[in-house]
């Protein structure tokens, strides 16, 4: 079968990442030889990096030092930097920021406008007493406010963390409560799926139970002049900057200087609180932006995120290559399906990033974009959160733009970046991810520890350090809590978590988060290889497939939510079981396939194998606050349809 899609030779002759190739001397033909140039040579590549993506900032003497134990690595250990420079490299009238909200709100900051009020926010932080080392957190949604604050606590050295407004207080609280943060910024509400969501009530809750926060900094988002007269410490934005000056000044600070603070789910507890080192999440991301995305100067790459995922940093992070950031807020059905290619169309979106989930879900809906919408900047397509069926590449070749770079992209929020990815100069396989990452020694292991060959499936690792790896855990004084995390399965070894196999092409395939993988007669299986089939089924919205304890092995049980009007009788059930068979092995099928209103998912939009695993199993869910509809859990819980 060939590709579903080449780059032409223009494209590839013009990539940045054929330029970076020829400035190391390489063959740009040869991604096998690059890559394994990337991982031998840490010193020579990560030092073309700084230098090919322009990096503002002193790289000092060395480039990188190793340690016996990869976690104690350092990359640029004698650098100084600032975040937030790098990233306000432009002062022009252009776009910066292209913000739009669901009801139809649209917002432009330009260059200058957005170091404008960087330059405020700094100043009144400073007046603030804000300082290197301080926690500023924002429980804001998408907004072009939020990335200013991001920036103005980088500038003067401060610790950014974020979370998105429709966590619950209790969700908010063991995220910023642990970090205590002296400044919290808020909204006074925000919209979603056409209903306008109060904030300002919970405010004061979240503010009352974090005692370190001094200053609550509302910012207006639905009401143009809101009432924070309840608030304990409460000050209106517009207030606030009034006490910060026009100047705009970067604090230069180390490589490892934590940035930002990330968070783990936090459906099995608590959540981790991962410390992001500034010049790593910088490298990592201006490497994935200008060359596995190719993303220029003048482009404008959207992501559809929330402020409490990942990928909204990795959406700002754009700005240090010039790009143009789209911002939206709100549901992407409302108010219909064809939102955000209406979006796409209307500022000329050149990078346009989404979910595996919402692919899938528009085309259950039957949209057809390639025939309905122009999408004539559209480059680069980008997918992530969850495996993309091979029937999603099919999807959006057919149905979405049949010349486009898809680039399944895979990673986490514990590097805040990607381990597999794409490469704008190579071939799209249908259900691959394109390639091991630059810089990242990806290999695929087997139980053991030895690495699996290609088409078997094993864990994914990497078995080299890199720059995006976690500076440390909040609270992790020892650091055995990280080492534990990612370093206890194979010593020594980055262990991932996901259930992957490499293919003949140089690609992987992910098959499902290794903690969710199914275990039938001590046979692991991926959860998305029922998925694939599955949700093929018009009659199937979504499906979450766990294992169930039965005697002394695990059964498979499948969960559906069902279309409206559609009932699960013995026939549907029936067709069901025989395409999972036909299509996998027999081992796959499952032994229940019982139907569900809903399926829990958490606030970025993951469903949670996990906790739906401890309800059917009558286990205590330690943290309902982490999911976006804590209620869909009851819809599995005292199931006698479970019990024979």
């Known amino acids: 079968m060939p590709p579903l899609w080449t780059p032409d030779a223009t494209r590839v002759e013009t990539a940045r990442l054929t330029a970076f190739a020829r400035g190391l001397g390489r063959d740009p033909s040869d991604y096998a030889g690059l890559h394994a140039l990337s991982v031998e040579d840490p010193d020579g590549f990560w030092e073309e990096v700084w230098r090919f993506c322009g990096v503002r900032g002193d790289p000092g003497a060395t480039v990188y030092e190793p340690a016996p134990d990869m976690m104690r690595a350092r990359f640029f250990p004698d650098a100084r930097l600032n975040f937030a420079e790098n990233l306000l490299r432009r002062e022009d009238e252009s776009a910066a920021v292209v913000f739009a909200r669901e009801d139809g709100l649209r917002r432009t900051w330009s260059w200058a406008e957005l170091r404008g009020r960087v330059a405020a926010l700094r100043g009144a932080l400073v007046s603030a007493g804000i300082g290197p080392g301080d926690r500023v957190a924002a429980w804001m949604p998408n907004s072009p406010e939020a990335v200013a604050v991001l920036l103005a606590a980088a500038a003067v050295g401060a610790t950014f963390s974020s979370t998105s407004p429709d966590f619950g207080t209790s969700g908010v609280v063991d995220r910023f409560g642990q970090i205590e943060p002296r400044v919290l910024f808020g909204v006074d509400a925000y919209l979603y799926g056409g209903k306008e969501h109060d904030c300002l009530g919970r405010l004061g809750e979240i503010e009352a139970r974090i005692p370190a926060v001094e200053r609550t900094v509302v910012v207006p988002h639905v009401d143009p002049r809101p009432d924070v ?281 992910v098959h499902g988060r290794s903690d969710a993988t199914l275990n039938p007669g001590g046979v692991r299986i991926g959860t998305a290889e029922i998925y694939r089939v599955v949700e093929q089924f018009d009659e199937v919205l979504e499906a979450i497939v766990v294992g169930q304890e039965w005697g002394s092995d695990t059964r498979v049980v499948l969960f559906v939510r069902l279309a409206p009007g559609i009932e699960l009788d013995d026939a549907l059930v029936a067709r069901i079981k025989a395409r999972i068979r036909e299509e996998t092995t027999p081992r796959h099928v499952p032994a229940r396939v019982l139907a569900v209103p809903d399926i829990p998912r958490t606030k970025s939009g993951k469903i949670t194998e996990l906790t739906v695993r401890d309800v059917i199993h009558g286990r205590e869910v330690l943290n309902t606050d982490a999911l976006a509809n804590p209620e869909a859990l009851d819809h599995f819980r005292n199931r006698p349809e479970l019990g024979d």
């Open 229 to 509: 007269s309840r608030l304990r410490n409460g000050v209106l934005w517009d207030d606030f900057i009034a006490n910060g000056d026009d100047d705009l000044e970067f604090e230069p600070l180390p490589f490892d200087h934590p940035l930002v603070i990330l968070y783990s789910s936090g459906t099995t507890g608590i959540p981790k609180c991962i410390v992001h080192r500034a010049g790593g999440i910088l490298l990592q991301h201006l490497k994935e932006h200008g060359l596995h995305g190719d993303i220029r100067p003048g482009d404008r790459l959207f992501y559809f995120t929330t402020t409490g995922w990942m990928m909204w940093n990795w959406l700002t992070s754009a700005l240090a290559s010039g790009a143009t950031i789209v911002l939206y807020d709100g549901s992407p059905f409302h108010p219909d399906p064809h939102v955000l290619f209406d979006l796409a169309d209307e500022v000329g979106v050149t990078h346009f990033g989404t979910s595996a989930k919402w692919i899938d879900a528009i085309a259950k809906a039957g949209l057809e974009p390639a025939r309905t919408h122009d999408l004539g900047s559209v480059r680069t397509l980008f997918s992530t959160g969850s495996p993309l069926a091979p029937e999603g590449f099919d999807y959006v070749y057919g149905s979405v733009k049949a010349d486009v770079h898809l680039a399944s992209i895979s990673g986490g929020t514990d590097l805040c970046g990607t381990l597999v990815g794409g490469n704008p100069t190579a071939p799209v396989w249908r259900g691959e991810i394109q390639c091991a990452a630059l810089g990242m020694d990806i290999r695929v292991f087997e139980a053991d520890g030895s690495e699996a060959p290609t088409g078997t499936k094993g864990e994914i690792v990497c078995t080299r350090p890199f720059p995006s790896m976690p500076l440390r855990f909040w609270g992790d004084g020892n650091g055995s809590r990280y080492r534990r995390a990612y370093f206890e399965r194979f010593p020594g070894v980055w262990n991932h978590g996901d259930f992957v196999s490499a293919t003949a092409h140089g690609g992987y395939v």
